[in-house]
Structure formats: C-alpha cells, structure tokens
C-alpha cells in the first residue's frame, strides 16, 4: 500500500499563486499514473488532474489554462502549479493513484483563496 502526504497548501488572494506536492512512499513510483482531486466543505471529491507514467496529463474543465501538474520520479513527488487562483478552487487538495486508488488517502493540504 501506498502512502501518499501532501503538502503546499495555505492562504492565497485571488489572482494568486500556489504550489502544492505530495510525495508517495513507493519504489515504483514512476509506473503509477497519478491524480490531484479536491473537496470542498459539503461537496464531492472531484478530480482535477491526472498524469499518467507516460507523461499524458489531463485537466478538468474547471482548472484548464489556469493549473499545471508535473512530476519527479526520481523524487517519488506530483506537484500541482496552481495560477490565476479563485474563491471557488477553496477546498481541500489530495493526491492518489490512478485508476485505483490507493484506500487510505493523505491528509490533504488545505487552500484557501480569499481576499
């Protein structure tokens, strides 16, 4: 089982920037495809961002143009690059496996987007 820890998160205004990792404690790292999701209070986990093994990444509609995720496998570590930031990406961010995940999820870093 992997385990997954994110971190990153904080208070940004609107229009802001924000980084977020999260480092997975597996020796095979590089042959997982990986996601980012996010939870806002009284909202379904949705998914964000995906990058397979390969490199292919895909973005919800939502996020387009605004996010980009990468990742070392050398580091076991996904990032996600978070520009042009609203009051709407508010929520709480994960990182998992794809496309099963891993079924205990890290703690989750927070990001907050408020003036």
């Known amino acids: 089982q992997v385990q997954l820890v994110e971190s990153g998160g904080g208070l940004v205004q609107p229009g802001g920037s924000l980084r977020v990792s999260c480092v997975a404690s597996t020796s095979i790292f590089k042959f997982y495809d990986m996601g980012w999701y996010r939870q806002a209070p009284g909202n379904q986990r949705e998914l964000v961002a995906i990058?397979?093994?390969?490199?292919?990444?895909n973005y919800a509609d939502s996020v387009k143009g605004r996010f980009t995720i990468s990742r070392d496998n050398a580091k076991n570590t996904v990032y996600l690059q978070m520009n042009s930031l609203k009051p709407e990406d508010t929520a709480v961010y994960y990182c998992?496996?794809?496309?099963?995940?891993?079924?205990?999820w890290g703690p989750g870093t927070q990001v907050t987007v408020s003036s």
């Open positions: 990058i397979s093994s390969g490199g292919i990444i």
């Open positions: 998992n496996t794809r496309p099963f995940p891993q079924p205990n």
